[in-house]
């Protein structure tokens, strides 16, 4: 029971560390404190006449486009999980496609089987003996039992052909089942290229955050000196690299909703 209990706490964290979204790789790096604000404002001050501004722009367009990120990994965190959420569900769905039809044409089928199995049991064991009676050269009992089989002939002909009739109305619905399933699977198989592609904006995200950190550094080190030009440069190179970042989650957030489309059309398959 113990080892249970600390097996599902492991768990719960693996979890918990695994589904926690992350805004944006060393953001702990960039913190935008009263400190930075204030030397930020000492060497605008400092610097005066269109520098002043032009620095004051720089850093509030910087922490604007870092807000903007955050935002945006919260909506791909949102979007993605409920993604995933449906696409599970959708696929569970397509193991329940037509199974009550399914169902009510197998008890059908073995409805029918029941129904005619005294039947066909009868006309077999009639046909048995007639055959044996044919060997007795017992021609009188031979005709009689001839015709009984004659008038049970036509309704063994009319209850095999019920029974094929039902399983042949069985073998279409499985057949078009599974049709429908594969053709659900074919399009839900339309989200792995947009996984690709958000993977592939992933990695891409990854060297402008670790520059980012870099130039951040630069950054303080410049405004606390009261370097100006140093800042402005710090600050130029931090809107750009962000401003790559930003443009990736965009990009994310659209193959997201690419996919959030995809399952609806799968959804409507269903229905």
């Not at 993604?83 to 599970?88: H, I, R």
């Amino acid at each position: 029971m113990m080892f249970r209990r600390l097996w599902l706490s492991i768990l719960a964290m693996v979890l918990l560390f695994t589904l926690t979204p992350i805004p944006y790789a060393n953001a702990a790096a960039i913190e935008f404190t009263d400190s930075v604000q204030a030397q930020l404002n000492a060497t605008a001050d400092r610097a005066g006449g269109t520098v002043r501004s032009k620095l004051k722009k720089q850093y509030d367009d910087f922490k604007s486009e870092r807000r903007q990120v955050m935002d945006w990994d919260d909506r791909i965190s949102s979007l993605r999980y409920a993604n995933e959420a449906k696409a599970s569900e959708t696929r569970k769905r397509i193991s329940e496609i037509d199974k009550d039809k399914i169902r009510r044409l197998e008890d059908q089928l073995q409805a029918a089987k029941s129904k005619y199995k005294p039947l066909f049991d009868t006309y077999s064991a009639l046909n048995k003996q007639i055959a044996a009676a044919k060997k007795l050269k017992d021609k009188s009992l031979s005709k009689m039992l001839q015709s009984q089989a004659g008038g049970m002939k036509i309704l063994v002909a009319l209850g095999r052909e019920d029974i094929r009739s039902k399983q042949a109305a069985l073998t279409a619905a499985k057949k078009e089942r599974t049709s429908k399933a594969a053709k659900i699977r074919s399009i839900l198989s339309e989200i792995d290229p947009y996984k690709s592609k958000i993977k592939g904006d992933k990695s891409a995200i990854t060297t402008p955050n670790k520059l980012m950190t870099t130039e951040w550094k630069n950054f303080k080190a410049a405004v606390k000196a009261n370097e100006s030009a140093r800042t402005s440069d710090a600050l130029s190179r931090l809107l750009t690299l962000s401003g790559q970042i930003l443009a990736k989650k965009k990009s994310i957030y659209s193959y997201e909703q690419k996919i959030e489309s995809v399952i609806a059309r799968a959804n409507a398959q269903i229905r």
